[in-house]
């Protein structure tokens, strides 16, 4: 029961508010001292396990690029393109890309899109400039933004498990060989396409939705 | 055989190169920020478990201190290069795709299992020459304006790596036997229902603690989905996984602990507020977690 300490520090720091770094070494630490570990030991797994996650951390590798060309226009270009198309509205927009993110993710190309490669640079000044032309002024940009950063999170979650190959898969099926349970990945990627195809319709609705609410804003 | 070699590589020059360019403009706690991280990405395999350690405790002492600052705000952009801009911001996704789909079809020189990541980083290259061509970049350009990036973004960069390091910390420590233990003692016995609705919410709850399905799938699977809902209940065991993991990612949508997915943007959109991500998302979560364990209920009843 003891080891379960870590939970509440986690729990605990963040509505307390200290850093979340902080409150996560803390975690770890107290976690490992309820189990009885020695100090050196839970430091060296931790630090383990650090090194073997780096990739997460690996994307920041694209800001270079992001940077220089939000500073040559990107983004500049970007509204002037959405104002061109006629009927490109931020909630139709949106589910266009909800639609490309959850193929894409369900081919295995997860790092196709994301905060850094997509939304910031392209889909969220798209989504902003149609939605300041809906409105006629900039007032709805930060439910807009919002929005752009939730429909790219939504098609990555609900698309990526229909491709057999992602860690997600690859965990489910290693945990349940523990149990002497054989799967192959196929059978569970297949059971991802029904949520797949609700959550396009849940999260479309709501981009469609949006789009009624910025009319109504005019 | 290029792996994870070159993207490491890569990332580490990145994060170097921004030390370097912190320390001229005299922002010391970013500089040592950023240094320790490439320092992580160069030389990580060399240093050991307890050194690696130790340069955890530097990070969050840097981040807790405060005294990482933010960019300063970005000169306006110069939009005098018209559609060329976006030359480079497409090539990184398409080299992404069509790179893993070259490096599968000829396998030996990439690891498969890298494709993507590699394409990735070979993307990225390819870009910043592009920007170098099509649009003048100096060397400068690409370093400033990628620091004041990552500058907004602070020492949440590392956040989402910080919490899979907590996993296994807790993998060790045994948390997840015990908390299955808790939640096997809260279902009423014999109840299919109260069994499938403990796991899909217990996977939804256990995520938004940790930050992540993947570490709340093998607590939960041990705890309900193996021994009441395969075993007991005789559900197909791809169903119960699938599932279980989708409800899981309900959950990743609801919580800040997924710093990378709804933290990251929140910072990178200049969002007032940090939660706002999570506030969009939470009316297509909730119905969908409703419908998850619906799915489940009825493949298994």
């Avoid at chain 2, 060399?46 to 933010?70: C, E, F, P, Q, W």
């Avoid at chain 2, 079809?105 to 990439?110: D, I, K, L």
Wanted: aromatic letters at 8%; hydrophobic letters at 60%; glycine letters at 12%.
């Amino acid at each position: 029961m003891l080891v379960l300490a870590g939970i509440a520090v986690i729990a605990g720091g963040f509505l307390l508010r200290f850093n979340p770094l902080l409150v996560i070494i803390v975690s770890a630490a107290v976690t490992g001292l309820a189990a009885g570990l020695d100090p050196v030991r839970i430091l060296g797994t931790f630090g383990h396990a650090f090194n073997e996650t780096r990739y997460v951390t690996a994307i920041y590798m694209v800001l270079p690029v992001i940077g220089l060309l939000e500073r040559r226009g990107l983004q500049t270009r970007a509204r002037a393109l959405v104002a061109r198309l006629k009927g490109a509205t931020a909630g139709r927009l949106l589910v266009g890309y909800l639609l490309f993110r959850q193929v894409t993710a369900a081919l295995g190309l997860t790092s196709v899109g994301g905060p850094a490669q997509t939304v910031r640079p392209l889909v969220a000044p798209m989504a902003e400039a149609a939605a300041e032309r809906q409105v006629g002024d900039a007032g709805e940009g930060e439910r807009v933004k919002a929005m752009a950063a939730a429909t790219d999170n939504v098609g990555l979650f609900f698309g990526e498990d229909i491709f057999i190959a992602i860690g997600s898969i690859l965990l489910m099926k290693g945990v349940l060989e523990g149990y002497g349970i054989a799967l192959e990945p196929f059978q569970l990627s297949v059971w991802a396409i029904p949520t797949a195809i609700v959550a396009f319709l849940i999260h479309g609705a709501r981009l469609l939705w949006l789009d009624r609410r910025l009319g109504r804003a005019k | 055989m290029i792996g994870l070699d070159l993207v490491y590589g890569v990332a580490g020059a990145v994060f170097a190169i921004f030390a370097v360019s912190s320390v001229r403009d005299r922002r010391w706690a970013n500089a040592a920020f950023h240094g320790l991280i490439a320092l992580s990405f160069l030389a990580g395999n060399r240093l050991g478990d307890i050194a690696n350690g130790v340069l955890v405790l530097a990070l969050v002492g840097i981040a807790a201190s405060g005294r990482m600052r933010r960019a300063e705000p970005a000169p306006p952009a110069e939009d005098r290069y018209g559609a060329r801009v976006f030359a480079p911001a497409l090539v990184i996704p398409a080299t992404a795709v069509l790179g893993t789909l070259a490096f599968k079809a000829f396998p030996g020189w990439v690891d498969p299992k890298q494709a993507t990541l590699v394409a990735l980083t070979i993307g990225t290259l390819v870009a910043l020459g592009l920007c170098a061509w099509l649009l003048r970049a100096r060397l400068h350009e690409p370093i400033v304006a990628g620091r004041g990036l990552i500058d907004d973004i602070g020492w949440v960069a590392v956040m989402p790596q910080m919490l899979a390091s907590l996993g296994a910390v807790f993998a060790l420590a045994g948390v997840g036997e015990v908390v299955g233990r808790l939640i096997g003692a809260v279902i009423p016995a014999g109840s299919v229902f109260g069994a499938v609705a403990a796991y899909g919410i217990g996977m939804a709850v256990f995520t938004i603690v940790m930050g992540n399905a993947f570490a709340a799938f093998p607590v939960m699977a041990a705890a309900v989905g193996v021994p009441l809902l395969i075993r007991g209940a005789g559900g197909d065991p791809a169903i119960v996984a699938a599932v279980g993991m989708l409800a899981g990612f309900c959950g990743t949508l609801l919580t800040p602990m997924a710093a990378n997915f709804n933290l990251l943007p929140a910072a990178l959109l200049d969002l007032k507020d940090r939660y706002g991500v999570i506030r969009a998302q939470v009316p297509t979560a909730l119905p969908l977690l409703a419908f998850n364990i619906a799915l489940l209920y009825l493949m298994i009843a």
